[in-house]
């Protein structure tokens, strides 16, 4: 499906009927990492998936866009639907968007899933890797950043024995526009530093991160869930940074578990 949000043409999925859960997916990828989650929870809950602006069947912008726009785009998405209120999960840079949207939107959120993701704002070493990155991207294209970011986003275990895996997850690297990549990178060092917002998260938050994160390793999830008053923390044996993808069992049973903990 495709809406016109904030001017750009963007791609979702929406089952329709229950209580909303909305997806936001990581970098550099697009709504398609979560089709574990909507093939198990479609027929309970109304499942959203959202495309980023410059990602899968979302229009890519040649401006200088922020993580604040992305999450203008998914409370767009919201309004165009007719939804008040959401659960969000947003892993890694969804993590960071949903960040955005409860400091900006927090009446919006019902509950908030922080997978594999980080409080912390880059370093100066962090943002001068985004520099470098996105240079790599105009230069070589999608396919030098999914040889980049592959070992990053899978466990070594899934690198080696799960061919299949790496190959999708590939794939979904390749769809993404040079510029959908480059702008994410820019908006990613640009991104504010969220440490601040912790202790002032209210809702249901369950905090999930692969075992085997190389990209926002375990310690960083803990600081997060320690910050949220009352969060639950969970932890996906066998799982890098693309927990959802990896062990969808693991983490689909921890949404679940928590979703019918607070009745959602
Ligand atoms: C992601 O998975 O969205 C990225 O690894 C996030 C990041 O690079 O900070």
């Given at each position: ?125 962090g943002?001068a890797g985004r520099?470098a ?132």
């Amino acid at each position: 499906m495709k809406a016109v949000i904030n001017g750009v043409t963007v791609g979702y999925t929406d089952q329709e009927n229950g209580t909303p859960l909305v997806f936001v997916h990581a970098f550099p990828l697009s709504k398609a990492m979560w089709q574990p989650q909507v093939d198990a929870l479609e027929d309970t809950y109304r499942v959203i998936t959202i495309d980023l602006r410059g990602h899968g069947e979302s229009d890519t912008v040649l401006w200088n866009d922020t993580l604040d726009d992305y999450a203008e785009d998914v409370i767009g998405l919201l309004d165009y639907l007719g939804i008040s209120q959401a659960i969000f999960i947003g892993l890694s840079m969804g993590g960071y968007t949903l960040f955005s949207i409860y400091r900006n939107y927090t009446d919006r959120v019902q509950a908030m899933i922080l997978a594999d993701t980080r409080a912390q704002a880059d370093s100066e070493e962090g943002k001068a890797g985004r520099r470098a990155m996105a240079q790599v991207a105009f230069n070589d294209g999608a396919s030098a950043i999914a040889d980049m970011m592959l070992p990053k986003l899978l466990a070594p275990s899934t690198m080696e024995h799960r061919p299949e895996m790496v190959e999708q997850v590939r794939q979904m690297i390749l769809q993404t526009p040079t510029t959908g990549i480059i702008v994410d990178l820019m908006a990613m060092a640009a991104r504010p530093d969220s440490t601040d917002l912790l202790p002032n998260i209210t809702c249901p938050t369950l905090v999930i991160v692969g075992e085997d994160d190389q990209a926002t390793p375990v310690a960083e999830s803990q600081y997060i869930a320690q910050g949220i008053h009352g969060s639950t923390f969970v932890t996906i044996p066998q799982a890098g940074h693309l927990s959802n993808f990896e062990q969808p069992a693991t983490f689909n049973q921890a949404l679940i578990s928590f979703l019918e903990k607070f009745r959602l």
